[in-house]
């Protein structure tokens, strides 16, 4: 029986193909709407990129790339929207595939591909929402790119794929049993128990509040030098410039 700090499971509606169904988090719902709001889709994607140097067994690591999308329940959600209410669909199984080029005749050119596999965006109603690329530089040289949406895969996200990868490649090329430690709890179950903990806190009656209180104020425009585009094309650019060591030390006491 679930207690107050582990939701309860069992109330999770499942479709008949075994999916699952449960809330989006808070932030998944700030994905998902900027996501609907933005032409510029691949925006929230969240690449990593990994070399590898020496001998690469491809069949092994695909494996390993398998049970690493059955181990993490994250990695097999996509998303549906119903009257306004976002949820996440986890899938019992789904199929993420190695894709692999030879680049051996032009090493440099994995840059170019590289950065078109990070910049197709994804369909949030349509897993997987992580895509797994290898770059063959050479006999002993690769570079491996995953690119996930932000609403399953952050930075936390990159340490645990890359300790769990690292075990389940192991594991696969000695042919021993899989090191890790079972997995208590998955991101759905935060989802689960953050809902759960809203729906005691009274989130409704808060938001009813804030609305009120703020139903009057007028609205905030900032002057701007330019004019905003109709479309957001997310350009920017980067401009340096030198911090004073006074004031670096100022900010570094304040840190």
Not at 6 to 19: C, S, V
Request: charged share 20%.
């Amino acid at each position: 029986m679930a207690t107050e700090d582990q939701p309860d499971r069992g109330a999770l509606a499942e479709a008949d193909d075994g999916t699952f169904v449960v809330p989006a988090s808070d932030a998944q719902r700030l994905f998902w709407i900027a996501d609907r709001a933005s032409s510029a889709r691949a925006l929230y994607n969240t690449p990593v990129v990994y070399r590898i140097t020496g001998p690469l067994d491809v069949d092994a690591l695909r494996r390993s790339l398998a049970d690493l999308i059955q181990r993490h329940e994250s990695l097999r959600t996509s998303f549906v929207e119903n009257d306004g209410v976002i949820r996440q669909c986890v899938a019992p199984h789904v199929t993420v595939p190695l894709r692999v080029t030879d680049v051996s005749e032009d090493p440099a050119g994995w840059l170019t591909a590289g950065k078109a596999e990070i910049a197709e965006p994804f369909d949030l109603t349509s897993g997987p929402l992580i895509r797994v690329a290898l770059f063959r530089l050479g006999t002993d040289a690769h570079v491996l790119v995953v690119t996930g949406h932000h609403t399953i895969f952050d930075g936390w996200s990159e340490t645990v794929l890359l300790h769990d990868l690292e075990a389940l490649y192991t594991a696969a090329m000695v042919g021993c049993p899989v090191r890790l430690p079972g997995l208590t709890i998955q991101y759905a179950d935060f989802s689960v128990w953050r809902a759960q903990v809203a729906s005691r806190a009274g989130d409704e009656r808060a938001l009813a509040y804030w609305q009120e209180q703020l139903r009057d104020l007028p609205t905030l425009d900032l002057p701007a030098d330019r004019l905003r585009p109709s479309q957001p094309t997310m350009a920017g650019a980067l401009r340096e410039f030198e911090c004073p060591p006074l004031t670096t030390a100022s900010i570094k006491a304040l840190a």
